[in-house]
């Protein structure tokens, strides 16, 4: 047996010493993928440095205010908000991207006529859709009769475990805002509100904790009915659960 010294390079991962550190790459490696793959020239995924913040966060602004009546937006929106501080080449593109989308639908907006005061309210949400923070993506929609009056689309506070987490934790951000809309509205006739949810998953737990027959099932989304399932004043009520 022969002491070869300090190892340097062992089966594509190269190491390096300083001081009591220890630095492990796959450098050379990696730089063997990109040569066989000829991507040697090709510019980083992530862009340059946009050379026109301001007019970056100018278009955005603007972008925000049109989802005023545009709730297609809303969640595209949202995306390149994200990056006001420092936006890239990238992050200009997928604006461009909206603009041209824009430019296609700039007279579509919302549609109002007379009907009942039920409130109808609909929401989904992604499970880690952001690879840096985990954080979850959610949107919701609420309906006064077939007339949309309330809609979001924004990062959740918190990390989602499972995606059934996140589309609880959606549920209750969409049942307080119920709460705040049933104060306003004061229709002449009580009815119950419905809130549904697009998650398999979850119908299996309401059905499991609160029984088959706490809810609707209309079009392949979860139902809860009734007053009862509404948050109010911050506490959890039978239907709304984290």
């Not at 639908?105 to 952001?130: C, E, I, M, Q």
């Not at 506070?157 to 509205?185: F, H, M, N, P, W």
Request: charged share 25%; net charge positive; hydrophobic share 30%.
């Amino acid at each position: 047996m022969k002491d070869l010294g300090p190892l340097s390079y062992f089966l594509g991962v190269e190491v390096t010493y300083s001081g009591e550190h220890m630095h492990l790459t796959q450098s050379k490696y990696a730089l063997d993928l990109l040569e066989r793959t000829k991507f040697t020239a090709v510019k980083p995924y992530d862009g340059d440095p946009y050379s026109h913040p301001e007019q970056y966060r100018m278009v955005v602004g603007a972008l925000q205010y049109l989802t005023i009546t545009r709730p297609d937006l809303s969640y595209a929106v949202n995306q390149v908000c994200q990056f006001m501080h420092m936006p890239r080449t990238t992050h200009w593109m997928a604006v461009k991207r909206i603009l041209r989308y824009l430019k296609a639908t700039h007279d579509h907006g919302l549609v109002y006529k007379p009907g009942d005061v039920r409130l109808n309210a609909f929401s989904d949400a992604d499970y880690a859709g952001n690879p840096d923070t985990r954080h979850s993506t959610g949107g919701f929609c609420i309906y006064l009769g077939t007339n949309l009056i309330s809609w979001s689309s924004k990062k959740q506070k918190t990390v989602s475990r499972s995606s059934t987490e996140a589309e609880y934790r959606q549920l209750a951000y969409i049942a307080a805002e119920l709460s705040c809309l049933r104060g306003d509205v004061r229709p002449s006739q009580s009815y119950p509100n419905r809130c549904s949810a697009t998650n398999s998953s979850s119908d299996k737990i309401r059905d499991s904790r609160f029984g088959s027959g706490s809810g609707g099932k209309a079009g392949g989304a979860i139902g809860f009915t009734g007053d009862e399932k509404v948050l109010r004043k911050g506490q959890r009520k039978r239907g709304t659960s984290l």
